[in-house]
């Protein structure tokens, strides 16, 4: 993948702060330029937020992150960076102007991008010199979390331009979706547009206030929407026949008289008035930080269920993020096996809000979840990695035996180390995995044995040579520790 060296942000209100985060969490320098004297501040607090929610949002290591740095002018923030980002308030004269002063102050190579909700490219690429590396990246908030960028071309950019920003996106999570010629608005916000303009009419009209509205997507079609998007939704409500039938079925709705989406309602301040008091009595009571905190605990977990779609190999967003985490783990610094005579640390995490069931506690299944992934940590740690598995070779879980000693509650961190038992030989891997709580409290352990299995041939065999020779140190020292309180226990075996 092509990557971003270094990136700039121009702008560091709630779309620019949240690019520098997107860039930081990625392992990218950024450079800012904001001259709002409360930018530090405001940027500090969406970073901190993003590091939250990329803490829930994978396993997977983060590179180290990347530093922000405020300059004092803007020529100072682009020296050096290949992808620099745009994002002052929505004024074409503003923007333009900013646009042209980056164009003449960046690298030669540096791809130029504007976070513009809807002016049209070619008029804000008008008087730079360099107009054809220029693009509208029309990003979704949180920036840092929701992966797509609409890529937009005015009349003299690139198609070179365009491919190399989807390039620079993929590795930092980000979905680059080329829109074929420009328009206002372009695709997403025109969308937006209709659904916003029909909803400002039921309130206007009394048919329900905000909370009703807001109810009605998020538990009916914006579930829908959130994973398949909008024709895909309407060819399965075309059942057998898809989408032909759909069409045939439901087309003449859109003749009815249904939609107000051509009469623009009166903002006027009373209706003003309205929607505010509402959206006060419906929302009011948390902050908007707060607010953030919980957008970002369900969009992680719907991605994380997406990411689980199609059989494993992820759907919508749950795919991309699948990609970006694959792309983590093949560029993170490989740990080596270091033998002695302690059990191996291999998992760190705390535990997440949806972790908890309805007694406050974490959930059993979550238990498991911890082992697995400590599992995979030292299978990585042998050098059975993505490469070796794609090779045909890997080593498959055969039998465990879970004890749960005490309750892990919301917050907590978690530890997980395992010692490797004398009976591992390579085809054989039996471990002995202990889950703490940060203050040493033991909460769990398992007992798991694995077998190395060759996928081609469908049978166990010995590991690679490679793989053996960072195993057996482990074993061996391993072999000297006593055997572990607990080991060799059957499920109702008393204490």
């Known amino acids: 993948m092509t990557s971003i060296r270094k990136a700039a942000c121009i702008g560091g209100g709630v779309i620019g ?66 992808w620099i980002q745009e994002s002052v308030p929505e004024r074409l004269e503003l923007k333009r102007g900013v646009l042209t002063e980056i164009d003449a102050a960046a690298s030669p190579d540096a791809l130029i991008g504007s976070s513009t909700s809807g002016l049209m490219p070619t008029d804000l690429q008008r008087d730079m010199k360099h107009p054809e590396r220029m693009f509208v990246a029309h990003p979704y908030n949180p920036v840092y979390l929701l992966p797509l960028a609409e890529l937009v071309g005015g009349g003299k950019t690139s198609a070179e331009t ?35 303009r029909e909803g400002l009419w039921l309130i206007h009209d009394d048919i329900c206030d905000t909370e009703t509205l807001d109810d009605v997507i998020r538990y009916s079609f914006g579930m829908r929407w959130a994973q398949m998007g909008l024709f895909e939704t309407y060819r399965i409500a075309g059942g057998e026949a898809g989408m032909r039938h759909f069409l045939a079925q439901f087309g003449p ?44 605990e369900n969009l992680v977990g719907i991605m994380q269920a997406l990411k689980a779609g199609d059989g494993g190999r992820g759907w919508g967003a749950g795919k991309i993020l699948a990609g970006f985490e694959k792309h983590l783990w093949k560029t993170a610094p490989k740990k080596e096996a270091r033998p002695g005579r302690e059990p191996l640390d291999l998992l760190e995490i705390k535990v997440h809000p949806s972790w908890i069931d309805y007694n406050g506690h974490m959930t059993e299944f979550r238990y498991a979840q911890c082992f697995a992934d400590a599992s995979d940590s030292l299978l990585r740690l042998i050098g059975v990695d993505m490469d070796y598995v794609a090779a045909g070779n890997s080593y498959y879980t055969v039998e465990t035996h879970t004890r749960l000693l005490d309750e892990a509650r919301l917050g907590d961190l978690l530890r997980v180390s395992a010692q490797i038992l004398p009976s591992s030989d390579g085809r054989k891997l039996q471990s002995f995995m202990s889950l703490t709580r940060a203050d040493g409290t033991l909460l769990a352990t398992c007992e798991h044995l694995m077998l190395h299995v060759s996928s081609a041939e469908g049978k166990a065999v010995p590991p690679g040579a490679d793989v053996m020779g960072r195993l057996q140190p482990l074993i061996d020292a391993h072999g000297d520790l006593p055997p572990p309180e607990g080991a060799g226990r059957s499920v109702g075996q008393k204490r």
């Open 162 to 196: 365009l491919k190399a920003a989807q390039e620079k996106l993929a590795p930092i999570g980000m979905k680059g979706v080329v829109i074929k010629r420009e328009i206002e608005a372009f695709v997403g916000d025109r969308l937006l547009e209709a659904v916003w």
């Open 253 to 296: 709705c859109l003749s009815w008289p249904w939609t107000k989406l051509t009469d623009v309602v009166d903002l006027d301040d009373a209706l003003i008035d309205k929607i505010a008091a509402q959206s006060d009595a419906q929302s009011g009571a948390r902050g908007i930080r707060e607010l953030e905190r919980i957008r970002d």
């Open 17 to 82: 702060g949240a690019w520098a985060a997107r860039f930081a969490l990625a392992g990218i320098d950024v450079n800012m330029y904001d001259p709002h004297p409360e930018a530090a501040r405001i940027v500090g607090e969406v970073l901190a937020n993003a590091e939250r929610a990329y803490g829930m949002l994978t396993m997977a290591p983060l590179p180290p992150r990347g530093r922000i740095v405020f300059c004092a002018s803007l020529k100072e923030a682009v020296q050096g960076a290949d």
